[in-house]
């Protein structure tokens, strides 16, 4: 919250015009999130554009209406729904990323794949690491086509679950998928885990809940695990105990008015929600699932 108010300092010192000089954003997800919020905040509502540099930036948190900001160790506890002006996408900006933040943003887009595309998971399967190795600049020719075709892909199946639900009047979101357990466990690891690695964990341990009520096969379980380890992702953590879990579930059940709401894998590409898991059966859940991670 301190980073929003210094944003809100910075605007009135620069004396702009709320009417006809949009603030620009360029930056990650966290940059976007916090000068999207100062924008909506800064006297009732400042136009943004949002240009995005990071992989979660671009297929995730410049494309939606959102912004949050962690508070009081809770995750974006504090935030709005407030649509930029416009958003600017270019890749090249991806070049200068670590290969570490470009498998942080792969994770958002396996999350798409597993639940609404299987098309899209199948790119990944075969082409993630070229992807992730050229950092979606298209060094080669096949690199290039699969790097815009996964982040054209991604974007539009993500637009396609936000357009209609923006203001999350409906509040079973496929796009939820790998955020049910992992605000909990991303505020409890930092610094050391990035958000889409926790969104990677919760992926893994949803499918795991999933193989057991047979939504999904083993052989799905063990390709989306398997998919995760060729992009460096984790698919499990220390953090990942029964008590964290049992809080994940509360919290989740509070935040989605009283029903769990869980998105599970339905096959590859397809999604079930459910509203009955229990502590025993996450517990269980977890424990296969450290069995199954890749060292
Ligand atoms: N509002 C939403 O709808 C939404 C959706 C998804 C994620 N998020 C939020 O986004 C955040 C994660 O975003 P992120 O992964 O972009 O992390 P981030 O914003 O922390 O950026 C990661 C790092 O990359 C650096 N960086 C940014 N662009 C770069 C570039 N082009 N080259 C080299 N380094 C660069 C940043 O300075 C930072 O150190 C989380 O806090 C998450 O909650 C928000």
New binding site residues.
């Given amino acids: 919250m301190d980073n929003v108010l210094s944003v809100a300092r910075k605007l009135d010192s620069f004396g702009i015009s709320r009417r006809r000089e949009p603030v620009i954003a360029f930056?990650?997800?966290?940059?976007?999130?916090t000068v999207?919020l100062a924008a909506n905040l800064y006297r009732r509502g400042t136009p943004h554009v949002r240009v995005p540099?990071?992989?979660?930036?671009y297929v995730?948190?410049g494309i939606?209406v959102?912004?949050?900001v962690n508070f009081d160790n809770r995750?974006?506890s504090l935030g709005s729904y407030y649509s930029p002006t416009a958003v600017l996408l270019d890749r090249r900006?991806?070049a200068?990323?670590?290969q570490r933040?470009i498998s942080?943003?792969l994770a958002?887009i396996i999350k798409i794949g597993v639940v609404k595309d299987r098309r899209l998971f199948q790119i990944l399967e075969s082409h993630g690491e070229l992807i992730a190795d050229e950092r979606f600049q298209g060094i080669t020719e096949t690199g290039e086509s699969v790097a815009v075709d996964v982040l054209g892909t991604a974007i539009g199946r993500m637009l396609d679950e936000l357009q209609p639900n923006l203001w999350e009047h409906n509040l079973e979101r496929v796009v939820d998928y790998g955020h049910t357990f992992s605000p909990r466990i991303e505020m409890h690891a930092l610094p050391t885990l990035?958000?889409?690695e926790a969104v990677a964990i919760d992926i893994a341990l949803s499918c795991v809940l999933a193989w057991r009520r047979r939504f999904i096969t083993i052989d799905e379980l063990e390709r989306v695990v398997a998919v995760m380890a060729r992009l460096r992702l984790p698919t499990w953590h220390p953090a990942c105990e029964p008590q964290l879990l049992r809080k994940a579930l509360a919290d989740v059940t509070t935040h989605r008015d009283g029903y769990q709401r869980i998105p599970l894998p339905l096959g590859i590409g397809g999604v079930v929600f459910v509203n009955d898991v229990t502590n025993k059966e996450l517990a269980e859940a977890a424990t296969i699932l450290k069995g199954l991670a890749f060292p």
């Avoid at 540099?53 to 930036?57: A, Y």
């Fill in positions: 930056g990650g997800g966290v940059l976007l999130d999207g540099t990071t992989v979660i930036g995730d948190a939606g959102k912004t949050g995750k974006n900006f991806l200068t990323l670590n933040h942080n943003g958002e990035l958000h889409g």
